[in-house]
């Protein structure tokens, strides 16, 4: 499986960490205990298309990338965070 | 089988030159190009293995990956190699092979007396008679004992001392598989301009081509395959003969080069090399292998697949009997009748399932002599140890004596790697075999993977896979010249398609050689239910031998199907699963192994321990000193000498092994306030402070002191086994929770270079060494941070206490580490600064109870560590709710406690607290001998309900190590209680 990191290319999924679903929002930090329970505990575990968070180990840029779960397709990858748009810029 | 050298032929071998190798300890002989099995049959063995469950004898069954008989072990000591495929290992000169699965020789087996009990190891036997037994049975008694008889050779049991290499690569098109249409495919995309890796499994590129008699292009087949890989080397293209495609992953391909794979020293060379290949286009040219025929007694030696005995003769030169008959039921099996003849063997009979023989076919029996037997088949085989007979059933049946018997009941297109990419195999009438269903995109298949079996077909559609891949990727194509064959007969046998996959009903019909299944396993799983093909592979255990079913998957499937009365495709075939041929660990493993398998991180300061005595101690990647021994001391010696150092004196430790993020930004105390448990938002510039940061879920992730160098700049140390993990934790919330935060994170582990300098006399020490700061008690208090220099080398010195007593932490640029270090060492000279490790280091915290990588262990909270007072009520931080939950503040959990040694032995890490009740409580963490402590024994611990049982007295077992102490429990804080120590 072939990550497109717009920093450093396409490159093998080894060099890259799961970090976690990217399709949910992470709770407030003083949210109910209910709403943290349910985010940190219930996962999803999608057949299909799923954007998911992922980080490059090498430029340690932080990743959404959209995968589908069953053929580990990528369809595309983006960087996320404050650093995104510079970084997008950056890559061209 | 009574097989012999033939007077003459042989297009692979070099009659010249003589090669010696041993088989069970006796010395034969062979010639260049022979693979073992070839040379075995030409010396007359026969039998070679024994069958894994009944222990039945097992000879040569094939010419190639799909052996399911021969199988056996080679080299010696940690080259030892089990279940090798006979005709997979080509013949060097001192290789040295046995057989499997014989006790105590190949000849008498001891446990071919469970063939006797053969109806009773039938499918499920395992199951049912042992695992369903009494608890604890099948571990203890049954396992042991049958392991021991069966079991599949036996692995090494020293370290490999061979080396492995891994390749990456890419390249415009792969081709897998160098036979006519493999060798076609490759020249095709690279005439095309494009760039060509061509792998083959066997010893030489050309396939079936290498045992073919034919001409294509005016010369014998196997000169048109050495000349056309020879081409395509010269051309740019990497060829790569003994290169076994053996697996698609995601897109990449897994591939073992065989580079040095014989017994001996490799002489420098990786004796494999593991290539790791991502392709554009894909040509899957695999071929197809021979199906055999379930019939009773298929399994006795002698028992052969028809193509692989006409490649002995042809390639090897080697008769596989002197009296043989044909078993078939399809016009391919009649090259072998025609090839054989014409080597001089009796062919005596061909036995044709068929009523109706085509003309073409039964003429090639009539000008061998042989006996045509259409419209029968073979109902029994008699012999000993080999074949020395058959039965022909039907009509005009009889008995026959023959010493082979060669049989073909058509062929199984070699799908496997499609299979894996998720094409699944389409079942075809008319072929009588599964074909590869829709391939992936980028993958085109040529030659007999596809059906089409003939040697022109095969040419024509590599080369037009080839152009198509070529074209596929933009290059411009001019068509090839397509070779020309001179053997139009083996277009028309192989034009026909075979039988529909048939068995001959009765006992001891073997359907998987390697497993011991038989027809009659799968007519019982049949009618215990286990009917859908996954169940019947388990229950069975058909096709999950090292050969993965190669040749018993569709005879498998054929005669469930029979008793199911439904058509074959219905029944199903499982997903063939990587890898295709075994791979070995050491060829996965590559280069990273030992100290290989990461890089060791070393301290500035690490080449000075070296030359002091420092024994090292691996934490994570980095090593660290251990202890510093001085002559005539242990390790136990040195670290309490070093500890009592600290508290009597000055001592100096390495602490730049622990991680240092820089945390930078106008948000920079916000992020800190987010993700530690206490609160930094109002930590004055010049001051560090300790903290604790929780996981979402409210469990301790990780501690360390955070030091703020400026109002926006802050510099985080975390512990030595975290700092990646940290790292990547911040990372991820400024990206995905916080983007908003205006703050920068950067790894600076290894840019600092650290050291404690810890005891009463550190003060003295540091001031007469670092100008620029005010170290009296008052102008550099305790958690202050201030800024020096150590001659021209800026330093930031800390006053924390990870010793509890009087305490700097000093900071450099790495490179002026072991400089400084040096500096601090001599300025300490007159107070006899010594260095200390991290069991010293381990001792002071011990005895001051600070929790470590022991206590925070993922499982503990706050609360059990008995910090709840750290947690912030002021604000929300990362795991502020969960943290809270009731469970997690059950007083029953296992709670942070010291311990004390009632006899004065030492408390194991890692022991079980056991009280009255008998059972386990808590468990050990971390242990010492504490010198402060007028040498007593302490542990610190994590038991069921903690701090309320102080006092009580509990056993600290560890029955594995056959150990016992009495302890007390205490306060983990052995050591100066109120912390006076620390702020002198
Ligand atoms: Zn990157």
Redesign the interface.
């Known amino acids: ?2 990550i497109p990191c717009p920093h450093c290319g396409p490159r ?2 080894d060099e890259f ?1 799961y ?1 976690g679903d ?1 399709e949910r929002t ?1 709770p ?6 209910a709403v ?2 349910r ?3 219930a996962r999803r575990n999608p057949m299909g298309r799923h954007r998911e ?1 992922w ?1 490059h180990t090498g430029c ?1 840029a ?1 990743l959404a990338v959209t995968r589908n779960t069953l ?2 397709e990528v369809e595309g990858c983006e960087i ?4 995104a748009a510079t970084a997008a810029g950056a890559g061209e | 089988m009574t097989g012999y050298r033939l007077a003459t032929g042989g297009s692979g071998i070099d009659r010249t030159r003589r090669l010696g190798f041993t088989f069970a300890g006796r010395p034969y002989g062979g010639l260049a190009g022979d693979t073992l099995a070839s040379a075995l049959i030409a010396n007359g063995v026969g039998v070679v293995g024994r069958s894994f469950k009944y222990h039945r004898p097992r000879g040569v069954t094939a010419a190639g990956p799909e052996e399911a008989g021969a199988l056996v072990s080679l080299g010696e000591g940690g080259r030892h190699e089990p279940n090798a495929k006979a005709p997979m290992v080509p013949l060097v000169e001192g290789l040295v092979a046995d057989g499997q699965n014989a006790w105590p020789s190949l000849g008498f087996d001891v446990g071919a007396i469970n063939g006797l009990a053969g109806p009773l190891i039938s499918a499920g036997f395992y199951y049912k008679t042992f695992i369903g037994g009494p608890r604890g049975t099948w571990t203890r008694l049954f396992e042991p004992v049958i392991r021991r008889a069966a079991g599949m050779g036996r692995a090494a049991t020293t370290p490999d001392p061979d080396r492995y290499e891994t390749m990456n690569a890419t390249c415009d098109v792969l081709v897998i598989g160098a036979g006519p249409a493999g060798l076609m495919a490759a020249t095709a995309a690279l005439a095309a301009g494009a760039r060509v890796i061509l792998a083959d499994e066997r010893e030489r590129p050309g396939g079936a081509l290498l045992h073919d008699l034919s001409e294509v292009d005016g010369v014998p087949a196997p000169d048109f395959a050495a000349a056309t890989a020879a081409r395509l080397t010269d051309g740019g293209a990497v060829v790569l003969p003994r290169t076994t495609v053996y697996g698609h992953y ?3 391909f897994g591939a073992v080069e065989r580079v040095v794979d014989h017994p001996g020293d490799p002489h420098g060379l990786p004796r494999q090399r593991h290539w790791q290949i ?1 392709a554009r286009h894909v040509v899957l040219a695999t071929g197809a292998i021979e199906r055999p025929i379930v019939f009773p007694g298929n399994d006795r030696p002698g028992v052969m697949l028809a193509d692989a005995a006409r490649a002995y003769a042809n390639r090897y030169g080697v008769a596989v009997g002197r009296r043989v008959a044909v078993f078939a039921a399809h016009d391919g099996a009649y090259r072998t009748v025609r090839d054989l003849a014409a080597a001089g063997i009796d062919v005596a009979a061909v036995v044709d399932a068929r009523p109706a023989v085509p003309a073409a076919a039964a003429s090639l029996a009539e000008a061998a002599g042989a006996r045509l037997f259409a419209g029968h088949h073979v109902g029994a085989t008699r012999g000993r140890k080999g074949l020395a007979g058959l039965t022909v059933a039907g009509a005009d049946g009889g008995s026959i004596a023959v010493d082979a018997l060669l049989v073909s009941g058509g062929y199984t297109p070699t799908l496997h790697l499609a299979s894996q990419a ?1 094409a699944r195999p389409q079942w075809d009438d008319a072929l009588a075999a599964f074909r590869p269903g829709p391939l992936p995109e980028g993958w085109t298949a040529a030659g007999a993977v596809t059906g089409r079996y003939a040697t022109t077909d095969a040419l024509e559609t590599g080369a037009a896979a080839g152009e198509a891949a070529a074209a596929a990727l933009g290059r411009t194509v001019a068509p090839l010249a397509r070779p020309a064959l001179a053997a139009a007969d083996d277009a028309a046998l192989t034009a026909t398609a075979p039988a529909a996959p048939f068995h001959v009903a009765g006992k001891k019909a073997f359907v998987d050689l390697e497993h011991d299944v038989t027809s009659a396993d799968i007519a019982l799983a049949h009618d215990e239910g286990f009917q859908a093909v996954e169940h019947l592979k388990r229950y069975t255990t058909l096709g999950m031998a090292t050969d993965q079913g190669k040749t018993s998957n569709v005879n498998g499937l054929a005669i469930m199907a029979e008793h199911l009365g439904a058509p074959i495709p219905t029944v199903g075939t499982t997903r063939f699963r990587p890898p295709y041929t075994p791979v070995a660990l050491g060829a996965l493993a590559g280069a990273e192994t030992g100290a290989h398998v990461r890089p060791t991180r070393l301290t500035p300061m690490h080449d000075w321990h070296a030359t002091h005595g420092a024994v090292f101690v691996a934490t994570g990647a980095w090593l660290r000193p251990r202890a510093y021994l001085r002559p005539g001391e242990g390790v136990r010696e040195a670290y309490i000498r070093e500890a009592a150092t600290v508290r009597t004196g000055v001592g100096i430790v390495d602490v730049s092994s622990l991680g240092k993020i820089e945390v930078a930004g106008p948000d920079a105390a916000t992020l800190l306030d ?1 993700v530690y448990a206490n609160g930094f938002a109002k930590l004055p510039v010049g001051r560090a402070r300790y903290g604790v940061m929780l996981r ?2 409210g469990v301790v992730f990780d501690d360390g002191t955070t030091w703020r160098l400026g109002e926006t700049r802050f510099l985080m140390t975390t512990t030595t086994a975290n700092a990646a993990a940290v790292l ?1 934790h911040l ?2 919330l ?4 916080w ?4 703050v920068h994170v950067t790894s600076t582990t290894e840019q600092w270079a650290g050291m404690a300098v810890a005891g009463p006399l550190a003060r003295t020490t540091l001031a007469a060494t670092v100008a620029g700061i005010d170290f009296a008690n008052e102008a550099f208090p305790f958690m202050a941070v201030r800024e020096g220099a150590i001659g021209e080398v800026p330093v930031i010195v800390a006053r924390l206490s990870f010793s509890g007593e009087l305490a700097y932490e000093v900071y450099c640029g790495a490179h002026h580490g072991a400089a400084v270090w040096e500096r601090i060492m001599a300025a300490g000279a007159v107070h006899e600064i010594a260095p200390y490790g991290v069991e010293a280091l381990g001792t002071l915290r011990i005895e001051k109870g600070h929790v470590s990588g022991p206590e925070l262990d993922g499982r503990t909270t706050l609360y059990d560590l008995g910090l709840e007072r750290m947690a912030s009520a002021k604000k ?3 795991g ?3 943290m ?2 009731p469970a997690l503040r059950d007083p029953a959990r296992k709670r942070f406690v010291g311990l004390v040694s009632l006899d004065g032995k030492p408390i194991r890490s890692g022991a079980h607290l056991v009280g009255p009740s008998g059972r386990s409580e808590g468990h050990v963490t971390s242990t010492t001998h504490s010198p402060a402590l007028a040498g007593a024994e302490i542990a610190l611990a994590l038991l069921s309900g903690g701090p309320d049982r102080i006092g009580e007295e509990l056993l600290a077992t560890d029955p594995v190590r056959g150990n016992a102490v009495p302890v007390r429990v205490a306060d983990p804080l052995f050591f100066d209680k109120d912390g006076s120590r620390m702020h002198v």
């Open positions: 499986m072939l093998e999924s960490t970090i990217a992470p407030a930090l003083d949210a109910p205990e943290w329970t985010y940190v505990f968070y980080q340690r932080v053929t580990h996320v965070g404050p650093h | 995601d897109g990449r991502r998720g987010r979402e879920d990547s990372e991820v400024l990206a995905t929770a983007p908003d935060l205006r929300a931080f990362v502020s709710v969960l809270r939950r």
